[in-house]
């Protein structure tokens, strides 16, 4: 991928219009007939509408939960980045020809790097999630890992690194709140949708604006579906009965909760240590204290169904030590969220510079606490001790 170059056409969004164009434009979403102006994703496609980004049928309709196809993303993505389709290089595919719709900006992504060079194209097929996952960070040059965990999306999966960096970025969520769903195809308004946030994204990195910078690592907004939200449920009297139960103080944490880990805590705490020691570091010993305020938070956040450093009710887990009148000083927090594993959440930290920082940081003891359910199906906590106070 030529960076350098990708970034003097990045933000552009305006079209040029060409003869290859797929559909004729439509002036803003409102005119689609199947889109009114209450649709989850309204506003982002007004405004790809507008930019001439995309466009609808000539039957007025935008078809929105039509799947693309290939050469339809590389025409939008094309159209986004206002790349230049003149003097192109032919690319060697059999299936594509001058003809095909498309090809003046298959030729320039391919070019640019975004698309692969080989032997087919396959122009027709539907563009996965997967593959859109890679052409987004590609052609926007996204950065960083996130530590959300999909059951679809292992390890060893050939886009593993392309999903994170498209969810560190807010760009995607996932089809669940636990999958991805990689092989499944990009609708029309998906890829609507993802396009004006990476542009978005784009634009705020340009000017320089900070995005949710925070003293902790993990994340700290909420995150924004790939489809239209389910339902509003009444959620209101379950979390004002969670809350009258609340943790008020340390007698309250210690009646409650356990400071013995669970086997697959204490698993934690053996692999953080083992990387500790691989870096010169000294192991660190389970604090008890630690271990129920680290349980009590990923049971809050599972209770009150959100997944940030500051809980709706108690806030920021920097400060719960004073507040809760333990016997510690809380130097940092790491949280994450649907990894099924011990294994696969110390990995996520670690593939994350801010909880990366975090584990192999000075201090002395930790808690580590693992709640099952919700939304994310698992949550969990590392709580890290600076100093432990004389009782």
């Known amino acids: 991928m030529k960076r350098g170059k990708t970034k003097t056409w990045l933000l552009a969004g305006a079209l040029a219009w060409s003869s290859l164009a797929i559909v004729q434009p439509v002036s803003a979403a409102s005119s689609f007939t199947d889109v009114p102006e209450d649709y989850w994703a309204y ?57 095909t719709s498309g090809a003046g900006y ?62 560190a970025n807010e760009i995607t969520t996932g089809t669940t709140p636990y999958t991805f769903s990689p092989s499944d195809p990009v609708t029309r308004v998906q890829l609507a949708v993802f396009v004006e946030r990476a542009l978005a994204h784009s634009k705020k990195a340009e000017e320089n604006v900070p995005e949710g910078e925070s003293d902790h690592a993990g994340e700290t907004t909420a995150p ?31 009646r409650t909760y356990s ?40 049971e809050d956040m599972r209770d009150l169904q959100y997944f940030d450093h500051i ?14 009148g333990l016997p510690i000083v809380i130097n940092g927090s790491n949280i994450a969220a649907a990894a099924p594993t011990p294994e696969l959440v110390v990995d996520a930290w670690m593939r994350s510079p801010g909880h990366r920082d975090n584990i192999l940081a000075n201090y002395v003891s930790m808690g580590v606490g693992e709640a099952e359910g919700g939304i994310y199906l698992r949550y969990w906590t590392q709580i890290f001790v600076y100093e432990e106070l004389k009782q």
């Open 43 to 99: 506003e982002e496609m007004d405004e790809m509408v507008s930019e001439g980004i995309v466009s609808g049928y000539p039957d007025g309709t935008f078809r929105p939960q039509q799947p693309v196809t290939r050469a339809q993303s590389a025409v939008i993505l094309g159209r986004a980045l206002d790349v230049d389709t003149v003097k192109r290089a032919e690319p060697v595919f059999s299936d594509v020809t001058p003809t």
């Open 311 to 324: 809980s709706p009710v108690y806030g920021m887990d920097m400060g719960l030590d004073e507040k809760l």
């Open 259 to 298: 400071g013995e880990m669970t086997a697959e805590e204490k698993e934690v705490l053996r692999l953080v240590n083992e990387i500790r020691k691989e870096h010169g570091l000294a192991a660190v010993k389970a604090n008890p204290d630690a271990v129920r305020l680290a349980r009590f938070k990923s």
């Open 224 to 254: 924004t579906p790939d489809d239209p939200p389910a339902p509003e449920q009444d959620e209101k009297e379950d979390k004002d009965e969670k809350r009258s139960q609340g943790i008020e103080s340390l007698a309250d944490l210690r």
């Open 106 to 167: 298959i030729a320039a992504l391919v070019e640019e790097g975004i698309f692969k060079e080989g032997d087919t194209f396959r122009p027709g097929e539907s563009l996965t999630r997967a593959q859109m996952a890679k052409i987004l960070v590609e052609a926007f040059g996204l950065e960083g890992k996130g530590d959300k965990v999909f059951s679809d999306v292992t390890y060893t999966y050939w886009a593993y690194d392309y999903v994170s960096t498209l969810v």
